[in-house]
Every structure is written in structure tokens, then in C-alpha cells.
């Protein structure tokens, strides 16, 4: 077979990078290569539109396989996630009713979320083998070591101290990162003593990098990682010099990072960030590589998601657990669509449960390791991603590391500024929020819907003090828009915007067709037309249907004629907006007209605007 394979490609002659982007610039016809192509990423590296063998030769990240060090191709020899699901505990019993039917049904991991911390454990897991499944407790800083205590004892007493395995999670930086309160001085005394605890239960992970914060927060993918490596070196730091040997603190801690919707690139990330930890950890000297294992548990997006459309949020999700099962993590646990506006109910967990059981019962995907191995796009995203994470990281360590950033507020400083940028791309639709921003349904009313919701954060409740540092903002990307919405929903009129479709036709039926989605962006009543012979039979019409915005769609050309022409027939009954950046846009305004819609408009200021003189 390898004969007839070789000979089969004998027939084809080798083709060069430069021989393909020939043809390409062909077929561009003068157009320039890298600006009609090559993508600038946010993360900051280019991407290009296609990569052949030769882009990486020579890459170290192929040498490896699943399994060996530094472990960039997976740290097992099988894909086997855990699918995780989160239950808070408020009665022992009732969340031992729930762990069990839930594991009935599939889930092979669970995320308790203890707040009290003396909740009855022997009740809590009764019934539950838990040297079966990943077992991941989340508590406050300030009980850690209670419940550690509580927990090392159960699991002693049922015999499982040698197979089970799971997390407790010990984050005393989360609520500097949440309220800007520097963290306790006394972290490593409960680190040591938290570690003291736990030494008799190896599979037990205690102190925990929660990077999903920053992604939930607007972080860049590179962003994430590169604080994600620093928080981890704060702990590798900071232990090792209190005299723990490197092995026992590196196979402590574990890894709570987020997963956005860029599919490939959140593949790479994960990929990057096991080969950057697993290096990193190299230099502490450890006895073992196995040491050098980074375990991550992906949780899906919420900086992302949105209230209109929810279930759009399902396609996201199952997306970005996608990107993260086949990056080989170690569990996944997939954000119920509805969480932006209620407490999850049973039917939306079993969607975010089923998610993850197509994945693994019907796709397959956990029968396949690192199945992008070797892949010319992806090695290339994961070394640049690596290459960009890597930098941020010794810029973070140079300027005092993690522990110092964080208590003056600089890391969610720089979280903030990339998530300020992050909304102006949103409000310019530079970045699509389906459903929000771009293709809105504006008959949808989602304002009943909204509940409040508790926090569940097990970081100290809500009080922020007057003299905290910058905090993370954790709006999410469509709420402004969704502000927009919610202000027409409550308003006693609904503005009507009615589309003066004419002239040539290809043009006014693209233009009607993005004005439409423009304005369904705020809400308002859109009522498109095939079109008019005259502007007079269009402003009629209009006037006919009560509308509070007339916009005018029809080619460039048109609009030095049909523009004046139906703004003084209006003569001011209704606000009048021009489809476009015709030539003639400053002849325009000259007889008034002042209103232009288009691609490179801000479309939520645009919005917020018109509410401003529409809404009553």
C-alpha cells in the first residue's frame, strides 16, 4: 500500500507556497495580497488565507505524541473528558437526589457549589462512586481548609484516597479580580497547610488558576493565557520558596480556563497553553515530568451570550465545547443557554448535558487524540498564540508577576481595556453577536423573561469597598444592545421605520435588506417594500403607515436626485435616514439632510440616538 501511495503521488509535481499565492494574486486582479487576505488578528499575530508543508518545518510542536512531554498533542493516552455539570448545595440531600439523577443521565463529572461549609458530606455523595467520576468542589477561600478536611476524611473512610480524583477549588484572588481587594497575606500559610490536608489524596487538585473570569470578562485568547501562566507561577513561586517540593505544588494546582466561539484558535490555545505550562513548570526542576501536566477543566463562554435569541447561544456553546474536546481537556462543563437572564432551570442543563454527550455518543470525538496534530493551520496558530502568550507573560513577570499586578489592579485593568475595545467592535459590528447586533428577530419581546439571578460565586457576596481597586467588568458583549431593546420594549410607542425602496433595483433591495437589520438591532417595527415609481408614492406610503423613519435605499447615483426630492416631500413628519455613503453626501447635507447609514457607522451610538428622540 505505501508503494502505490508513493507512486500515486509521484504523478503530481510539488507545488510551492509561492507557486499557490501566484495563482491567488491572479485571481485577485491587482488587488493587494496581504491587505485582501491576510487577517490581523486581535490576539496580535497575522494569519494568512492558506498554509502549505513547509510552514512548519522545522516546528518543535511536531516532534511529540500524545502524552509525552511537553504534552502540547494531550496529557493521556486517551480523550476520555469529564462532562461536568455545576449543582449548588443548599440541602445535602436534595443535591444528592440531583448528583444521582443527573449521573443517570449521563454526566461523568459534577461541580458542587458548596456555600456552607458545614454541609453534611456522607449525604452529600451518598450513593455516588466517587472514584468513578470527577468529582470538582467549589467553596470560599475562607473554607477551604474546613472542607478540605471534611472532604480527605470521606474519601479516606470509603477507601478511595488512591483512585479518586478532582478539584478544590482554593482561590484567594478571585475576589481581587471580582472587587478589587487585595487577597489575604497569609495565602501561603493556608496554601502549606491546605496541601498538608490533601497529601494523602493524590488525584485532589486544590489550588485553582480561574482564567475563565477574564474570558467571561472580554479577555483576548492570548490574554487569557498569558495571565492564566503568570497566576500559575505565583503559586509555583510562592510554595517552592516556602520549602514544598516543586512535584507536589505543580500537580496541585489546576486550570478553570474559558472557551469563546473562535474555533480554531481556542483548539490551539489549549494546545499552546499545555506546552508553555509544562516548559514552565521544567524550570522549577521537578522529579518527574509527569509533574509538568497541566490539567484544564474548558468552561463555555459567557461574554458571549445574549437574552434575545437565546438559542442562538446553544450554537455557540456547542462550538466552543467542540474547539475544547477535540484540544484534549480534561473536563468540560458547557454554560446552560438561558444563564444570562435566569437561574438555569432543568431543561436548559439538559441541553448544555446532551451538548456534550453528542459529542462524545454520536461524534466520537472522544475516540480520537489531538486530531489537529500535524495540521498546517492549527501547529501555526498554536505557535503563534504561544509566541504572543509567551510575551505577556515575562512583561507580566518583569513588572513584579501576578501577585503584585493583581493587588494594584492591573490586571483587570488590561482585561478591561481589551473588553472596551471588544464593545466598540460590537457597537460597529466589526464583531457579529448573532442576534444582536447582526440578523436581529425584531418581533422578538424578551423582557418577561428576565429574572434576577444569585450570585454563585463563593467570592465574598457583592460588597465592594470604597477604596477598591479596578475590577473586572463582566458586561456582556451584546448588553448594550440589549439595553437598546429593553428601552423600546418599554417604551409606550414602538418606532416604525419604513424602507422608501427605488431605482435601481439591486441596490435598493441590498440596502432596504441592511437598513432592516440596522434598525432590528434597537427593536423597532420594519416595514420593507418592493418599491415605488416615485418618491412621492414612497413618502405617502409612509405617512399612510404612521412611520417615525423613512429610509431611503437606492444606488449612489440615485441619491442625488431621489434624496432631495423625498426629504422635502416629507418635510419633517418623520426622521429621514439615507442607506449609504453616496459621493454626493456633503451636497446632501447642504439641503439638510443629515442622517447616513452604513457599513463603518457605530451602530449603537446610531441607535441610541434615535431612541433618544423616538422613545416617549
Known amino acids: 500500500m505505501a508503494n502505490n501511495r508513493e507512486r500515486l503521488f509521484d504523478q503530481f509535481p510539488h507545488v510551492s507556497k509561492e507557486e499557490w499565492k501566484e495563482k491567488v ?46 504534552y502540547i498533542r494531550g496529557t493521556r493516552t486517551d480523550n476520555d473528558w469529564a462532562i461536568c455539570q455545576d449543582i449548588v448545595v443548599t440541602d445535602a440531600a436534595e443535591a444528592n437526589a440531583k448528583a444521582l439523577t443527573l449521573l443517570d443521565k449521563g454526566l461523568s463529572g459534577i461541580n458542587f457549589v458548596i456555600k456552607d461549609d458545614e454541609v453534611d458530606l456522607p449525604t ?45 477549588n482554593f482561590d484567594p484572588f478571585k475576589r481581587a479580580l471580582k472587587h478589587g481587594e487585595p487577597f489575604p497575606a497569609d495565602i501561603v500559610k493556608i496554601a502549606t497547610a491546605l496541601l498538608e490536608i490533601v497529601k494523602d489524596v493524590p488525584g485532589l487538585r486544590c489550588l485553582a488558576v480561574e482564567s475563565y473570569l477574564l474570558c467571561n470578562a472580554g479577555a483576548y485568547i492570548t490574554q487569557e493565557l498569558g495571565v492564566a501562566l503568570s497566576w500559575g507561577v505565583q503559586w509555583m513561586t510562592s510554595l517552592t520558596e516556602a520549602g514544598i517540593e516543586p512535584d507536589e505544588v505543580a500537580k496541585r494546582i489546576f486550570f478553570t480556563m474559558g472557551v469563546s466561539s473562535n474555533y480554531f484558535m481556542e483548539l490551539a490555545k489549549f494546545r499552546a497553553a499545555r506546552m508553555l505550562w509544562a516548559q514552565i513548570v521544567k524550570q522549577y526542576e521537578p522529579k518527574c515530568d509527569c509533574a509538568c501536566k497541566m490539567w484544564v477543566h474548558a468552561v463555555t463562554s459567557e461574554f458571549n451570550q445574549t437574552v434575545f435569541d437565546a438559542y442562538v447561544n446553544l ?25 444570562p437572564y435566569k437561574t438555569p ?47 505577556l507573560f515575562l512583561k507580566m513577570e518583569e513588572d513584579g508577576g501576578f501577585e503584585t499586578l493583581l493587588n494594584d489592579g492591573k490586571v483587570a485593568e488590561a482585561i478591561n481595556e481589551s473588553a472596551a475595545k471588544r464593545h466598540t467592535d460590537v457597537a460597529r459590528r466589526k464583531e ?43 458586561k456582556r458583549a451584546a448588553s448594550e444592545f440589549e439595553e437598546l431593546r429593553l428601552a423600546t420594549e418599554h417604551a409606550a410607542n414602538r418606532p416604525k421605520v419604513f424602507m422608501l425602496t ?22 423597532y417595527e420594519i416595514i420593507d417594500n418592493l418599491g415605488f415609481e416615485t418618491t412621492q408614492e414612497g413618502i405617502d406610503a409612509a405617512l399612510e403607515k404612521k412611520a417615525d ?68
Not at 513547509?54 to 511529540?64: N, V
Not at 472522544?366 to 502568550?389: C, F, M, R, W
Not at 427605488?502 to 427593536?523: D, E, V, Y
Request: aromatic share 10%; glycine share 6%.
Open 502 to 523: 427605488i431605482g435601481n433595483l439591486a441596490m435598493r433591495l441590498a440596502r432596504s435588506q441592511f437598513s432592516a437589520n440596522f434598525f432590528a438591532c434597537a427593536g
Open 315 to 339: 450554537l455557540r456553546s456547542q462550538t466552543e465545547a467542540m474547539s475544547a474536546a477535540l484540544a484534549g481537556v480534561d473536563a468540560i462543563t458547557v454554560t446552560p443557554f438561558d444563564k
Open 25 to 70: 494574486i491572479v485571481d485577485l486582479k491587482g488587488a493587494d495580497f496581504d491587505k485582501k487576505l491576510v487577517w490581523r488578528t486581535p490576539e496580535g499575530f497575522n494569519v494568512q488565507p492558506m498554509y502549505v508543508a513547509e510552514d512548519i518545518e522545522g516546528l518543535k510542536t511536531t516532534d511529540s505524541l500524545p502524552g509525552e512531554y511537553p
Open 124 to 168: 452529600l455523595f451518598r450513593g455516588i462512586y466517587i472514584d468513578c467520576i470527577t468529582v470538582n468542589v467549589r467553596t470560599c477561600p475562607r473554607s477551604a481548609l474546613k472542607v478540605a478536611t471534611a472532604l480527605v476524611d470521606y474519601i479516606k473512610a470509603e477507601g478511595k484516597a488512591a483512585t479518586f480524583h478532582g478539584t478544590l
Open 549 to 616: 423613519i423613512v429610509v431611503i435605499c437606492s444606488s449612489d447615483d440615485e441619491y442625488a436626485e431621489y434624496a432631495p426630492q423625498a426629504f422635502e416631500q416629507l418635510a419633517g413628519r418623520a426622521e429621514f435616514v439615507v442607506a449609504g455613503a453616496p459621493e454626493c453626501a456633503e451636497e446632501l447635507k447642504a439641503k439638510g439632510i443629515t442622517n447616513f447609514i452604513h457599513v463603518r457607522s457605530n451602530v449603537l451610538d446610531t441607535l441610541r440616538a434615535f431612541n433618544a428622540k423616538l422613545l416617549k
Open 345 to 391: 432551570d432543568e431543561f436548559s442543563e439538559r441541553l448544555a448535558r446532551n451538548q456534550q454527550l453528542l459529542l462524545k455518543e454520536e461524534s466520537h470525538f472522544d475516540k480520537v487524540l489531538d486530531p489537529a496534530g500535524g495540521s498546517y493551520y492549527i501547529e501555526t496558530l498554536t505557535v503563534s498564540i504561544a509566541d504572543v502568550a509567551w510575551k
Open 432 to 474: 457579529f453577536i448573532l442576534g444582536s447586533n447582526q440578523f436581529p428577530n425584531f418581533t422578538e419581546i424578551a423582557g418577561d423573561k428576565i429574572e434576577a439571578t444569585e450570585c454563585d460565586c463563593c467570592c465574598g457576596g457583592h460588597d465592594t469597598k470604597p477604596d477598591a481597586k479596578p475590577t473586572l467588568n463582566t
